[in-house]
């Protein structure tokens, strides 16, 4: 069987076009995963229904379906010209149109999209991974008064122990093939795209906890946050970073952050919950003029 792909994440055109040997590292009913044979990196396979991911390659639908229906966990997957060679299928890969999850650095962010941000997110009552309600992140009070906070506020900390407290803290906690910790230090990570305050190292810890033995999360979960860490996000991420840089309609950050919620179960929320706790950061040292609380007290 071949299966022509859609698109892929320009990311992975070195990946595909040279000879290695990979393996199926898990299975899901619309997607998997297939990790290199030094364990050191996982590409996604998935249908054009899901978003666009960092590292991912996408079938048609009804493809998808019919590789996920012929593969095992452990088989080999080889890689080479383009081609993902499984056992009875092969995927062209070769020639297919591209997308780019690496975010291009820009930094700042338009009074007026956070003002719609703000309001957007403050008639949010669902709750994240953590237990408590999105709109519970607007108030200041959640820096304060939450572990979660307590900890996002650690995170810019010039106390190198601290930082490495609050990301030890986060790392791994919760349930789930992406813990809610995990998400919540990519939505911080992908906050500093347009704020620039985390200190220089902060990556750098996160990398060497996640380095540790043993584990100190899901193979999946580290998967992504090293993806962060290098600067690659997922679609929706991207389309809130570009709207709330930029002045944008209240309808369109209201799109963003629908999108964002959709995704895993959980996982959107809890991204979500690190970049509005990394924007109350942001209020606190380096706004100037407590815009946050400015544009709450407006609504």
């Known amino acids: 069987m071949f299966i022509k792909a859609a698109y892929h994440d320009e990311c992975l055109m070195d990946t595909l076009h040279n000879k290695s040997t990979w393996r199926v590292h898990s299975l899901f009913n619309k ?3 297939i990790q290199s044979a030094d364990q050191k990196s996982l590409m ?4 054009t229904a899901s978003p666009r991911l960092p590292r991912a390659l996408y079938l048609p ?3 998808l379906g019919k590789l996920v229906g012929t593969v095992q966990p452990g088989q080999t997957v080889s890689i080479s010209e383009g081609r993902l060679i499984f056992d009875g299928c092969t995927i062209v890969a070769d020639g297919i149109p ?13 009074q007026g999209s956070l003002r719609h941000y703000v309001s957007s997110l403050v008639k949010i009552h669902k709750f994240n ?12 009070s959640f820096l304060a008064n939450t572990p979660e906070g307590n900890h996002i506020l650690r995170l810019y900390s010039g106390d190198v122990g601290k930082r490495s407290e609050a ?3 986060f790392i791994g906690r919760g349930k789930g093939l992406t813990p809610s910790g995990d998400d919540l230090l990519v939505g911080v990570l992908a906050a500093d795209q347009l704020l620039g305050m ?3 190292n902060t990556e750098g810890l996160i990398r060497r906890r996640l380095a540790q033995a043993p584990k100190p999360t899901t193979t999946v979960s580290a998967h992504y946050l090293a993806c962060a860490l290098d600067g690659l996000y997922n679609e929706p991420i991207h389309h809130l970073l570009h709207v709330l840089r930029q002045e944008s309609e209240k309808k369109a950050i209201e799109e963003c952050i629908k999108h964002i919620m959709a995704i895993g179960h959980t996982s959107g929320m809890d991204m979500l919950t690190g970049l509005t706790g990394a924007l109350l950061v942001w209020n606190r040292f380096e ?6 609380r400015k544009e709450l007290s407006s609504l």
Not at 287 to 292: D, I, L, M
């Open 31 to 33: 997607s998997l995963n």
């Open 44 to 47: 996604l396979i998935a249908g």
């Open 61 to 63: 639908d009804d493809m």
């Open 98 to 110: 591209q997308y780019q999850s690496r975010y291009a650095k820009e930094r700042g962010l338009h």
């Open 129 to 140: 991974g953590f237990d408590f309600l999105m709109a519970d992140l607007t108030q200041d």
């Open 167 to 169: 990301i030890s803290y």
């Open 198 to 200: 985390l200190p220089e």
């Open 287 to 292: 706004g100037g003029y407590n815009q946050w």
